[in-house]
T-cell receptor
Framework: TQLLEQSPQFLSIQEGENLTVYCNSS?????LQWYRQEPGEGPVLLVT?????EVKKLKRLTFQFGDARKDSSLHITAAQTGDTGLYLC???????FGTGTRLQVFP | NAGVTQTPKFQVLKTGQSMTLQCAQD?????MSWYRQDPGMGLRLIHY???????DQGEVPNGYNVSRSTTEDFPLRLLSAAPSQTSVYFC????????????FGQGTRLTVV
């Protein structure tokens, strides 16, 4: 049983569209991180959220940590081809990753 | 500053062979971990270490051994390779366990035939 479920599993959109990906768990966790992984590379940290209800922005990316600390979301505004990659959420305690959302942005 | 270095980058093994995947970091990080990533999937934690001399099992430890004799090195040993262990293996390190940033190596692509 996967501790962290991400949805959707795959997402294919055109440049300029908005999108949201989700990270859900049945457990409460103290903090959560989002990583992006490009083909042939290891994941790279995007953000860490630590407080229930917290919202963090990184340029066109908006991250939210659920009030109950059991879920998180990543919203991308006006997607670009450079956003293509695998987006992974992870609980920070042992850095256990979710199932991932593979995003493809077409020109 | 090299960060996290994994060797080899590619490896082909025959079923039943053993081998060691190397991981070294030069950032004086306490926490190190090994993951496997199967095609189109997320990363699954194999083993982790919170410091020299301390290791523990992750989500999928069977068939793998680790040791941590120094802060810098965290090798992963496959005892008797099986086709089910064909995967891409990533090593990661962070300053300590918890909310600190994890840095990943470039990965080792292992094929067991």
């Amino acid at each position: 049983t996967q501790l962290l479920e991400q949805s959707p599993q795959f997402l294919s959109i055109q440049e300029g569209e908005n999108l949201t990906v989700y990270c859900n768990s049945s457990s409460v966790f103290s903090s959560l991180q989002w990583y992006r992984q490009e083909p042939g590379e290891g994941p790279v940290l995007l953000v860490t959220v630590v407080t229930g209800g917290e919202v963090k922005k990184l340029k066109r990316l908006t991250f939210q940590f659920g009030d109950a600390r059991k879920d998180s979301s990543l919203h991308i505004t006006a997607a670009q081809t450079g956003d293509t990659g695998l987006y992974l959420c992870a609980i920070t305690d042992k850095l256990i990753f979710g199932t991932g959302t593979r995003l493809q942005v077409f020109p | 500053n090299a960060g996290v270095t994994q060797t080899p980058k590619f490896q082909v093994l025959k079923t039943g062979q053993s081998m060691t995947l190397q991981c070294a970091q030069d950032m004086n990080h306490e926490y190190m971990s090994w993951y496997r990533q199967d095609p189109g999937m997320g990363l699954r934690l194999i083993h982790y270490s919170v410091g020299a001399g301390i290791t523990d099992q992750g989500e999928v430890p069977n068939g793998y051994n680790v040791s941590r004799s120094t802060t810098e090195d965290f090798p992963l040993r496959l005892l008797s390779a099986a086709p089910s262990q064909t995967s891409v293996y990533f090593c990661a390190s962070s300053y300590r366990q918890g909310i600190t940033e994890a840095f990943f190596g470039q990965g080792t692509r292992l094929t067991v035939v």
